[in-house]
């Protein structure tokens, strides 16, 4: 073949290829773009800004102080870190944005958003607020937790302080208290005549009724009146914070076991208008950080009261002493026509007391047959008893 037939032939033949290539895909097929070069720069991420709400949070407790103070700030940054900073709840401690017996006030009408307290504090609003902390004789720690959370207890407390447009969460639990600090020995029930003791709530109903003198002061102002003589007696909580509120240094008498706060529930109260603003997300938060807090607190004293008291007796030679059946029996008597009294002031109240008195009747019977039999037979050994 002559070399310019060759040239020929082999155009044809690369036109008639470049035609059938075109015909299997339907379109001319199209160049993948050039890679990118060191110097372009990638798309920058959108800015998104976290939405921040602050709230403040007024307490009834000294700053700082060992469970109630310290139980409180943490309520407070468990909300703020749960909530990834989106919710930041400021802790002012008593007196520090108003005074102690003021926190309810303060946030019911919006001066502040949050409390943590104890709501016997505010039988002067009403009454049956008693039954949400501890009242004399009534129900242990976890027994309270299961009237609150699965025997309508916070059904009744989301009515009753909706009238002062709060809502309220149990956010806390000493565990039972002591019967406090005597500046003479009990003996019998007519040595209360007279006798000038700090105990609130219902308690202090019960001590009126056998012929003493109740008042109700905040924990900052309680060792004072007791140094100077304002009072004759106190009672605060237990071995932990008794030991750190310096109460031996007065007086040697510690009194068991504390009839008027079986297992006492503290509270996280919000403003009403404020929680029907959070979301749902912070809702949820807001209730199960302080579900947290009421199991962690109650640990939290179970595990120092001991150590306190052993301190309380063996470093600071206080003298430990039992209320007597006698008396225990007189002041239970006082005590169910005080509670009766209050259950009979208003509709709320007689639900609210019939309620618990009735829980009270099956948790009793449980409890009989389970922690206390259990722990009467553990006591059997000894060994075990120091």
């Not at 019939?354 to 059997?380: D, N, P, V």
Request: net charge positive; proline share 4%; with cysteine.
């Amino acid at each position: 073949m002559k070399r310019r037939d060759f040239v020929k032939a082999a155009a044809i033949a690369a036109a008639g290829a470049g035609a059938f290539a075109l015909g299997a895909c339907g379109k001319k097929e199209e160049k993948s773009p050039p890679p990118a070069t060191l110097t372009e720069k990638p798309l920058a991420a959108p800015v998104v800004t976290k939405s921040i709400r602050a709230l403040k949070m007024v307490t009834t407790w000294p700053k700082n102080f060992p469970g109630l103070g310290t139980g409180a700030q943490r309520l407070a940054d468990n909300i703020t870190a749960m909530s990834d900073g989106s919710l930041v709840i400021k802790l002012y401690a008593s007196g520090e944005l108003v005074p102690a017996m003021q926190s309810f006030d303060a946030v019911s009408g919006g001066n502040a958003d949050m409390y943590h307290a104890a709501e016997y504090y505010w039988q002067g609003k009403h009454k049956a607020f008693n039954f949400f902390t501890a009242v004399p004789f009534g129900l242990t720690a976890t027994e309270m937790d299961a009237w609150i959370n699965f025997g309508g207890g916070q059904q009744l407390w989301d009515e009753l302080s909706a009238r002062f447009n709060l809502k309220c969460f149990a956010a806390g639990n000493t565990g039972v208290q002591m019967g406090g600090w005597f500046n003479k020995k009990i003996n019998t029930l007519d040595d209360y005549k007279g006798l000038k003791i700090r105990m609130p709530g219902l308690g202090g109903e019960v001590i009126r009724q056998i012929g003493g003198s109740a008042v109700t002061l905040p924990g900052s102002e309680i060792f004072p009146s007791l140094q100077s003589g304002a009072i004759d007696a106190t009672e605060w909580v237990g071995p932990w914070n008794d030991l750190a509120s310096g109460f031996y240094k007065i007086t040697k008498y510690y009194y068991y076991p504390g009839f008027h706060e079986p297992g006492s529930t503290l509270s996280c109260g919000i403003n009403k208008d404020v929680w029907n603003s959070l979301s749902v997300d912070h809702q949820s938060i807001v209730s199960n950080a302080c579900q947290a807090e009421n199991n962690r607190m109650l640990s939290e004293f179970n595990a120092k009261n001991g150590g306190a008291l052993d301190t309380l007796i063996n470093k600071h030679h206080v003298i430990l002493r039992r209320q007597s059946d006698d008396i225990l029996r007189g002041i239970a008597v006082a005590a169910e026509e005080v509670l009766a009294s209050v259950g009979s002031t208003d509709d709320i109240s007689r639900r609210v007391y019939a309620s618990f008195m009735e829980f009270r009747k099956i948790a009793m019977g449980w409890t009989s047959l389970s922690e206390m039999a259990y722990t009467a037979a553990r006591a059997l050994d000894k060994k075990l008893v120091r």
